[in-house]
């Protein structure tokens, strides 16, 4: 190669183009981005050296250059052949900068297939003319319309490999056409080509003199995929404030959308003040005014209150405040996604708690059909309902990308579990309004002495919950304390008794004990709660519930074989016969916790003293008075 | 506002990056190692909190061996912004005379920058930190987030990231764990120096030609920053018009031959270089994976 850049040249009056390239595993997609790197002289010498060396040793082609290569970064995805993870490539043209995200075809992948969707104006769809549409390629074009890409070049590659024969085209663009019907792309374009020979890569192939439509490249130079955010109603997220003084009060953030000048009135959304912009500060000279995806810094003509995640906009185009909404969820995760439990949801900026009240159905990929499910598993694209904590700003997605995408974030591993777009608002929420006590929890746990607490008790079955909790009740009886019982086997004969032991059913018992407590705490009780409660979340939805320092988690730490050995009930045996199914311990997870207020390892001693040892425990906590 | 498109967009990436840090982090750092990238990204987080200075202090892990010039930058420039700058030196490795001679270049690069990088962090409880790194360097760069997950032992797990999808970032912890931030994630290198050009910002002088006295070892210019350098027998120091287009340990850095004494010469020269820019990083060839291995135990 001799060097000649010639090509990193940009013309800096075009906006840069953020594409991705999504298909089928071995549909040849880091073969193409290869290539055309390659073709435009953007590897260099020393980079195309280690790609030779790396050819030789893990290449899938011979002695040739193996593209693939190139993209796949890591030495998991060398070895194996594949692509794992999204990888973002840089490159310009004489007319336009690119950034491309080259994403995994891989089912277990997908996720990162979105995330590289999520920022993308473009799908370049690969499809191996050999095998036509499978079922990874119609989950791609989903995902990639679902996200927002209103734009598709469907590249039908290994051409080479069907003697360059235009029925194999045209039937894969039919069934394309027939299969996108349901999908919002605003374009489509269909090249065929073949990405290890180059034709129609950078220049119109030979081999298809029937094929009359511009190359790859030429086609990426030239796609007008502005998408008017700039006409978009004005949205703007706080993101930080900016303190520096006492008198200065500014306002930072990016402006997601619209414009915004100098002078103009806004409003925030969810409280509802208004007020001016009054300078748009900057570290040369102040702007007048700034366009989407500006990050800028303000501030306002009147002192209101403001903080991160409040969204600022124009007084008559005011986006819905909702706390409560229906939205297509991408589910990431290899935990499903379990209806009750709370994940932190992170919209504009802001982290909540919210959790998925319903999902309505998932999709059907295939045949764009919808099914009932209870749950969403990885990978898995379901519509539900989304309660959150409290109300906020939101567009629908198709409106708004910013405001109206959320991430969904496992409480307990902080992964990334989900990824939302929104729908539309959910009114129903809107005239049941939080009724202001005159009485406080303080003074109705005053006249009693004591401080209300929940004495959560957790454990495997026949672990000593029921017998240790009551044992503490009754010292608790003997110095006066105010106590209340919520056990595990009553709960089920009566609230909750429509209830069953899947994941599902397990979250809503737990989260409807979560609230009873919450509400016997509120009265000022002590309030004693003996259930297995195998899933962390839960648990941790339920500490939530109630004040600082009002949880005490109590984990009776019982080995299995203990627990088997006492069976009190005779379920071990039946669940060890397989009668009893998702049995906690035998054929069902008992998430061990991490940090309870008091870890009794129960072996040897008598419940008696273990009971004492709790009632310890809440003098020192003042929970009772010693 | 002399900015083209690509770099207002690129800039106002990372000047929400920046801020998002400041808004969810309790404790931020910036990584600063003296090169072009960490003063382009020094530059951005002046303009982010401006008319407030950036609200974290700069951390230069000094491995005993970078250039004079780029000390005395790095100084000059911490006092000239303002800025609280801590250096850390790995005193452990020193004692026991680690040095890029005494070791190979990648056990003395784990000891001296990795390690000492991780006492740094573990010192100061920074639970994130800016580094500079662009995508477009490096290979494995180029799949790693922007909001890059370390464990309580700074470990990266490349197959177990967190998908970041629009710029919802995930920056939830648990105690001890940290964050990398990589707010020039989306740069090239060209953009790096066009940017550098429009908004003028100072740079170590070592990235222009001079006349430098250099010697020539495995087909690299090294440069004889000071006496420390062992000569090997018969090796004279000659002077040769050299300039950097990456600046590192001076013993493990290559120069090119340039003559190019000017921004506006180095970026036509980069126009037309037919190598990338980590060819003169003599740490990068051990394997070809060696930087994925190197982030994996803590590297930036």
């Not at chain 1, 195309?48 to 993209?71: M, N, P």
């Not at chain 1, 679902?146 to 080479?160: S, W, Y």
């Not at chain 1, 994941?503 to 989260?511: F, L």
């Not at chain 1, 979560?514 to 000022?524: P, R, S």
Request: aromatic letters at 8%.
């Amino acid at each position: 190669m001799s060097g000649e850049h010639a090509s990193v040249e940009t013309k800096p009056s075009l906006p840069t183009l953020r594409f991705l390239t999504c298909g089928s595993v071995d549909d040849g997609k880091s073969t193409l981005v290869g290539r055309l790197l390659y073709e435009r002289k953007l590897i260099f010498d020393d980079q195309l050296a280690t790609l030779e060396r790396d050819s030789r040793k893990h290449g899938a082609v011979g002695e040739e250059i193996d593209f693939a290569l190139l993209v796949d970064g890591l030495e998991a995805e060398r070895e194996q052949g594949i692509t794992i993870d999204v990888a973002y490539r840089y490159f310009a043209t004489e007319a336009r900068a690119f950034i491309v995200a080259d994403s995994p075809g891989h089912e277990q992948y997908t996720r990162n297939m979105a995330t590289g969707a999520s920022n993308a104006d473009l799908a370049i769809l690969l499809v191996d003319a050999r095998k036509g549409l499978l079922t990874q390629t119609r989950r791609h074009a989903t995902i990639a319309s679902l996200l927002g890409i209103r734009h598709v070049v469907l590249a039908i590659n290994k051409m080479d490999l069907v003697d360059y024969e235009q029925s194999v085209f045209d039937g894969i663009v039919a069934d394309f056409t027939h299969a996108a019907k349901s999908l919002q792309f605003a374009s489509v374009a269909a090249i065929p080509l073949s990405a290890r020979y180059g034709d129609n890569v950078i220049s119109q192939s030979d081999n298809m003199p029937w094929y009359s439509g511009p190359h790859l490249l030429a086609y990426l130079e030239t796609v007008d995929v502005e998408n008017a955010v700039s006409e978009q109603p004005m949205r703007f997220p706080v993101q930080w404030v900016n303190r520096m003084h006492s008198d200065f009060r500014g306002y930072a953030g990016m402006l997601v959308s619209g414009r915004l000048n100098v002078g103009d009135e806004i409003i925030v959304a969810a409280s509802g003040r208004t007020s001016r912009v009054e300078r748009i500060v900057a570290m040369d000279d102040d702007p007048t005014g700034a366009a989407a995806f500006e990050s800028i810094v303000l501030t306002l003509a009147d002192e209101i209150d403001i903080s991160r995640g409040d969204v600022l906009c124009h007084p008559k185009q005011r986006p819905d405040v909702a706390d409560q909404f229906a939205a297509h969820i991408i589910w990431m995760s290899d935990e499903k996604l379990l209806p009750g439990r709370s994940y932190f949801i992170k919209i504009n900026g802001r982290s909540l708690a919210g959790s998925v009240t319903e999902i309505k159905y998932k999709l059907d990929v295939d045949n764009d059909a919808h099914i009932a499910t209870k749950t969403l598993s990885l990978n898995e694209i379901g519509f539900c309902n989304v309660a959150l904590g409290s109300s906020v700003a939101v567009d629908s997605y198709d409106a708004n990308r910013a405001t109206g995408g959320f991430i969904l974030i496992d409480r307990f591993t902080n992964m990334t579990a989900g990824a939302g777009m929104i729908a539309f608002p959910l009114r129903r929420a809107k005239n049941i309004h939080l009724q202001a006590q005159l009485v406080s929890k303080a003074a109705r746990s005053h006249i009693k002495h004591q401080q209300p607490a929940v004495l959560w008790f957790t454990g495997l079955s026949g672990a000593g919950k029921s017998t240790i909790a009551n044992l503490v009740e009754m010292k608790l009886l003997e110095r006066h304390a105010h106590t209340a019982m919520l056990d595990g086997d009553n709960i089920r004969h009566g609230l909750n008794r429509d209830l069953g032991f899947t994941d599902v059913d397990r979250v809503e018992n737990i989260r409807r004990i979560g609230e009873v407590a919450k509400l016997m705490v509120d009265t000022g009780l002590i309030v004693l709660c003996a259930f297995i409660s195998p899933f962390r979340a839960e648990r941790q939805m339920a500490r939530s519930l109630v004040g600082e320092g009002e949880f005490i988690e109590i984990f009776l730490d019982t080995p299995l074989e203990v627990c088997i050995s006492r069976d009190p009930k005779g379920l071990y045996k039946k669940a060890l016969a397989g009668e009893i199914k998702n049995f906690t311990g035998v054929d069902q997870a008992y998430e061990l916790p991490t940090s309870p207020e008091l870890h009794i390892r129960f072996m040897n001693e008598k419940p008696e003293e273990i009971a004492d040892k709790i009632i310890r425990e809440l003098e020192t906590r003042n929970v009772i008075h010693g | 506002m002399g900015l083209p498109p690509h770099l207002r967009s690129l800039e106002s990436e990372a000047v929400y990056i920046l801020r998002e840090v400041v808004a969810e982090f309790k404790n931020p750092v910036m990584l600063y190692s003296i090169g072009k990238d960490s003063s382009v990204m020094l530059h951005l987080a002046m303009k982010a909190f401006y008319p407030a200075k950036p609200p974290f202090p700069l951390l230069h892990v000094d491995t005993t061996w970078k250039f004079r010039e780029m000390i005395a930058f790095r100084d000059e420039t911490a006092a000239r912004l303002g800025m609280d700058l801590i250096v850390h030196v790995n005193e452990e490795g020193l004692a026991r005379g680690v040095s890029p001679f005494t070791f190979g270049s990648s056990a003395y690069t784990q000891v001296m920058k990795t390690e000492g990088l991780r006492q740094a962090l573990d010192r100061y409880k920074f639970d994130a930190a800016f580094g500079g790194a662009r995508r477009d360097e490096e290979r494995s760069r180029a799949k790693e987030r922007i909001f890059s997950h370390r464990t309580t032992a700074h470990a990266w797990d490349p197959k177990n990231q967190r998908p970041e999808l629009w710029r919802a970032f995930n920056t939830r912890i648990r105690p001890g764990e940290s964050m990398r931030v990589f707010p020039l994630s989306n740069w090239t290198e060209r953009d790096v120096w066009d940017y550098v050009a429009a908004e003028k910002i100072p740079v170590v002088p070592l990235y222009f030609a001079r006349k430098r006295p250099v010697v020539r070892r495995d087909g690299a210019h090294i440069m004889v920053d000071d006496a420390r350098l062992p000569l090997h027998p018969g090796e004279v120091a000659e002077m040769r018009s050299i300039r950097f287009r990456t600046l590192g340990c001076y013993p493990l850095t290559g120069a090119i031959e340039s003559e190019a004494d000017t921004l506006e010469a180095i970026i036509e020269e980069m126009r037309l270089s037919s190598t990338s820019e980590r060819q003169g990083r003599l740490i990068d060839f051990d394997e070809a994976a060696s930087m994925e291995k190197k982030k994996r135990e803590g590297y930036f």
